[in-house]
């Protein structure tokens, strides 16, 4: 039997066709466009999975369920999206739309909380008890797998790692506080940190490697003047170590996990990103007396971590 799993998220909607290991057998997507209703989402979502059926050759008899990661508040129990602020839901029952276009029974799951479950059945923390997946993009995701099971709290909002606040009266962040994680760690914050350097270093090497347009900044652009000896670059780049860091140093101390994993673009600089930051863990970790200790590694699925995740929320 194979099953489906949708990633809805804010640019794109994929849905693919996942077998009995875990696998992606066949991918269909679509833009999300928003903003737009919601009606319209879901009339999107049942369509990607129709078709990822139709493409693989086989029936809706051959799929068990669709599973969705969603951003947001998800009542798994009810299938009801409470509130996402990046689709402009509120109160849509999700899990129920989707079951009636579909004919399929639905689950749904917010999109961090899937991405950690799929890094824990198929990809960077298969086979350990307690993972934690953080992932670094426009904010900082979390997801928190125990035993194989989503830990969400009592109100399925549990695990936004990334609102844990860092410095009082900080950077403001989207949810209304101030100083949280992710206006330091995300890949958001990490262009905007290298703008700023730019402006206030004007020989750096940073302007040649975006020919002179600050709007080409991405994450590549710190490290890549960093490894050519570039000053400014190498201060981005190690204050940037410095706050994800303190980060995920806050997420060990909480939960010390098996493995703690780390996904986003800004992962693919490797041991440029996490070497410095292992250093800053192992020293100011306060288990460092254990014998045991938490694995911090990259996430490997990628894109590909939501998808599956969602696809295995009804093996739960």
Sequence with gaps: MYTIGVDLGGTNIVAGLVDEDCKIVSSVSCKTNLPRPASEIIDDMASLCLAVIEQAGITKADVSYVGIGCPGTCNV????????????????????????????????????NAAALGEAMAGAAKGAAKSVCVTLGTGVGGGVVIDGKIYSGSNYAGAELGHVVMIMDGEPCTCGRRGCWETYSSATALHR????????????????????????????????????????????????????????????????????????????????????????????????????????????????????????????
């Design 193 to 316: 940190q290298t703008k700023a350097a730019m402006e206030a270093n004007p020989d750096s090497l940073m302007w040649k490697l975006v020919d002179g347009d600050i709007n080409k900044v991405d994450g590549r652009i710190p490290f890549e003047a960093m490894k050519q000896g570039d000053a400014a670059g190498k201060a981005v780049v190690d204050r940037y170590c410095e706050y994800l860091a303190c980060g995920l140093l806050n997420v060990i101390n909480v939960f010390q996990p098996d493995v703690l994993c780390v996904g986003g673009g800004v992962c693919r600089q490797g041991e440029y990103l996490l070497g410095p930051v292992r250093k800053l863990i192992e020293e100011g970790r306060y288990s460092k007396y254990s014998a045991k200790q938490t694995k911090l590694c990259v996430a490997e699925l990628g894109n590909d971590a939501g998808i599956v995740g969602a696809a295995c929320l009804g093996r739960n």
């Design 77 to 112: 129990e009810t299938g009801e999206v409470e509130y996402s602020n990046n689709l402009r839901f509120a109160h849509v029952m999700l899990g129920p739309e989707m079951k009636e276009k579909t004919g399929l029974p639905v689950y749904i799951e917010n999109d961090a």
